[in-house]
Every structure is written in structure tokens, then in C-alpha cells.
């Protein structure tokens, strides 16, 4: 059983910072592409980042470009996503994916595993 679990969301004023975890299990993805997204009531889930393996790549929209960090620990496992300098419109429900693909994607269609999802707030 594949298993992806998201940990680190919570609440932050503006200006913060929280660091998101996702720890995978039941298979290694030590040489697939790792992803994070967002997703707010109503809208499409977001791109927020992608690393490929062993993590020497990453990707950004403009959105969070500068203010988030992803980045992963081979032997853990984990994909870590820090982000800094929150915004209002940063609050999403934020989940982690794992890709077999050998390019990194950055649309959701193409993660195969997903997570259950962390909530995120930004308070003004």
C-alpha cells in the first residue's frame, strides 16, 4: 500500500513561516519527481512545486517564487516544502504527490500518489 502522508500545516499570521513534511511509504520514490500543490473550495488544484531526483532541480510558478523552498532528504524518504513571507492568499489545503514519470510535471494530472492533505491559513 503506497502512502503519502502531509504533516506541518496549521495557522500563521502574515510574514510567517511553516515548513510542510510529506513522508512516503510502501514504495521508494527515490527516482521519481515529487510535487506540492493547493487547493481552495471552488478552484483547481495549484502548482506550487516540484523537485525531480535526487533534487538537484526544482519548480516554482511566479506565485511562490522566492517564498518557497522544496526539498528532500533521500534517505528519509520526505519532501519538505518551507515557506516564507505567507500570504492571505497563500490558505489552501496543500498536498503532497509523487510522479512515475521521468520528466518533472507540474499539472496534477500526471502525479499518480497524492497525499490527504494539510490545511494552511494566513491571517492578515
Known amino acids: 500500500q503506497v502512502q503519502l502522508v502531509e504533516s506541518g500545516g496549521g495557522l500563521v499570521q502574515a510574514g510567517g513561516s511553516l515548513r510542510l513534511s510529506c513522508a512516503a511509504s510502501g514504495r521508494t520514490f527515490n527516482s521519481y519527481p515529487m510535487g506540492w500543490f493547493r487547493q481552495v473550495p471552488g478552484k483547481e488544484r495549484e502548482f506550487v512545486a516540484a523537485?525531480?531526483?535526487?533534487?538537484?532541480?526544482?519548480y516554482y510558478p511566479d506565485s511562490v517564487k522566492g517564498r518557497f523552498t522544496i526539498s528532500r532528504d533521500v534517505a528519509k524518504n520526505t519532501v519538505y516544502l518551507q515557506m516564507n513571507s505567507l500570504k492571505p492568499e497563500d490558505t489552501a489545503v496543500y498536498y503532497c504527490a509523487a510522479s512515475t514519470m521521468v520528466v518533472v510535471p507540474t499539472t496534477p494530472s500526471r502525479y499518480k500518489y497524492w497525499g490527504q492533505g494539510t490545511q494552511v491559513t494566513v491571517s492578515s
Open positions: 523537485i525531480n531526483w535526487p533534487g538537484g532541480t526544482t
